[in-house]
């Protein structure tokens, strides 16, 4: 096995294990291990360093005999190498080799080796920083992002008590249960945040699963905001870790594991504590929060013997999109059904959207309310819509909407809400208060 007296640690960021290479330059950008590894020892001896070192997959740069070592290795754990770069390498044999690979110098390549590039030694740092930085997968980070948010998930904030005593915390959604025996829970961190190293050296953590009423808390906590403990109500838990009042569920946990993953840590926590309520929790996909109780609200309007109106706020090129009011001369209205006959439904808006020649894509629900002077229940999506055919749909500017001919208050006061939110990029939902025919903001 590697000893551990002879190698050195310096820098932080994405790992860099060096053998027989001074590469210290790298510590500026990255997380830079210098390991002294007895010739003759086994190949499993690395992988126990990397495992000591809490890394899961590391950069690697040899040089001369070292070369052949690093080559092994990373044949023999492809999980664990994500670049691979060989300086003067010495006799290199025959290796299936995933990662990509970079030999300075002369070299003779395996044929198996098909993702090497091959450079004459210059100015070495800099080409070994240029390879190491290089991006690994050919994805756009927008794209992949997007993916993932397709996964509906809840919103937590996740704390810890600094070794100066400060509380620190960030919002999170990867989070997740690992085990019950014993029990076991996991959250991630970026690399780059602020505070990532005093989460990944405290002694535990908490983590926060915020309700549907602390959405202006998971804003603030995912803010760079100093005073985010002044702004909020909490206490010191069990194991010590601050717990925000008002959440649906916490667990107070002792450091349990830290695992390197790519450009964030994984933390794993051993629960000490926990508790929850019947709150319902707060949700979060595709870039919005998503409200339980506003989905209930909608399927109890849709359920009600009052008249159930449902209906869609459209952009099309950055303007609403409205259609005639056939109950008002010189109206207009949103695309909307349940007005007149029986009440609305989702498949019958989407067939008025069809005849009405719009491609529309509806997003979440943005409000649900009873419209005081006609005591029907109102359901309104948001969403975009391409015109096939221009017909009798009217685009109207946000700074110029035509209120006068929109059918009444309760339609105005909905999208002057919108047209102000959407000027931040931050919408809420919104649920109705049938006493006072008013449409208030679930926060």
């Given at each position: ?121 210059g100015v070495i740092d800099a080409q070994l920083a240029s390879f190491i930085s290089e ?196 109206g207009l209205a949103l695309p909307e059904v349940g007005r007149l006959g029986s009440s ?100």
């Amino acid at each position: 096995m590697a000893d551990g007296k002879r190698n050195s640690e310096t820098g932080q960021g994405e790992a860099v294990l060096l053998l027989g290479h001074d590469g210290r330059a790298l510590a500026p950008t990255h997380r830079v291990i210098n390991a002294d590894l007895t010739a003759g020892r086994p190949l499993s001896a690395l992988r126990h360093l990397l495992d000591d070192l809490g890394i899961s997959a590391v950069n690697i740069v040899a040089r001369g005999e070292a070369a052949g070592t690093a080559l092994a290795f990373a044949a023999a754990y492809p999980q664990n190498v994500l670049r691979l770069a060989l300086i003067a390498p010495h006799g290199l044999t025959e290796a299936t080799i995933l990662c990509p690979v970079l030999i300075l110098g002369e070299a003779e390549t395996p044929k198996s080796m098909p993702r090497v590039r091959v450079e004459r030694p210059g100015v070495i740092d800099a080409q070994l920083a240029s390879f190491i930085s290089e991006r690994l997968s050919s994805f756009d980070n927008r794209e992949l992002r997007s993916a993932f948010g397709s996964f509906m998930t809840g919103v937590t904030i996740v704390t810890t008590a600094g070794a100066d005593g400060r509380p620190r915390g960030f919002t999170a959604n990867s989070f997740t249960s690992v085990s019950l025996e014993p029990p076991l829970l996991m959250i991630c961190i970026g690399k780059h945040a602020a505070s990532m190293g005093v989460f990944r050296h405290a002694r535990g953590f908490a983590v926060n699963v915020l309700s549907e009423a602390q959405k202006d808390t998971s804003v603030l906590f995912a803010s760079k905001r100093p005073d985010k403990f002044e702004a909020t109500r909490w206490r010191a838990g069990p194991f010590g870790n601050p717990l925000i009042e008002g959440s649906a569920a916490w667990f107070d946990c002792a450091r349990y594991q830290v695992i390197d993953a790519g450009d964030h840590i994984i933390l794993m926590g051993h629960i000490e504590a926990f508790s929850y309520s019947d709150a319902n929790p707060l949700g979060y996909a595709r870039g919005h929060y998503i409200t339980l109780g506003l989905e209930q609200a909608a399927v109890n309007a849709a359920s009600s013997a009052s008249r159930t109106v449902v209906g869609a706020i459209l952009e099309n090129d950055n303007r609403l999109v409205l259609l005639p009011d056939p109950s008002r001369p010189g109206g207009l209205a949103l695309p909307e059904v349940g007005r007149l006959g029986s009440s609305g439904s989702a498949s019958q808006l989407h067939e008025l959207l069809r005849r009405e020649g719009l491609d529309a894509t509806l997003g979440f629900l943005f409000a649900v309310f009873e419209n005081p002077g006609t005591r029907e229940q109102c359901i309104y999506y948001r969403g975009e819509a391409l015109l096939h055919a221009r017909g009798r749909t009217v685009l109207a500017d946000f700074e110029d909407i035509p209120w006068d001919r929109l059918p009444d208050e309760a339609t105005r006061s909905m999208l002057r809400r919108y047209a102000a939110e959407r000027k931040i990029g931050r919408f809420k939902v919104y649920s109705g208060d049938h006493r006072q025919g008013t449409v208030k903001a679930v926060d």
